[in-house]
């Protein structure tokens, strides 16, 4: 039987909705865009935009705070 040997342990994915504002992405995650590409997720952690208004959709740009944005409580 074969094993397969990574030389670092994958680092299981979360994803935490922060209050009134972005979806933090963490760990071994795949975006994919509305064709279903791949986008690149270098960064350890990225933050997708909830609230619809971000100009460089589908990450945050922090706009969330200027529109009104707010989470249902």
Avoid: Q, Y
């Avoid at 992405?25 to 509305?34: H, I, P, T």
């Avoid at 909830?50 to 969330?64: A, F, L, N, Y």
Wanted: charged share 20%.
């Amino acid at each position: 039987m074969t094993e397969e040997h990574r030389s670092t342990p994958p680092h299981p994915g979360s994803i935490v909705a922060c209050p009134d504002g972005p979806l933090l992405v963490r760990g071994d995650v795949e975006v994919l865009d509305a064709e279903g590409h791949p986008l690149d997720t270098s960064r350890r952690t990225v933050a997708l935009c909830r609230c619809g208004g971000s100009s460089i959709k589908p990450w945050c740009d922090g706009t969330h705070k200027v529109n009104g944005f707010a989470t249902s409580s």
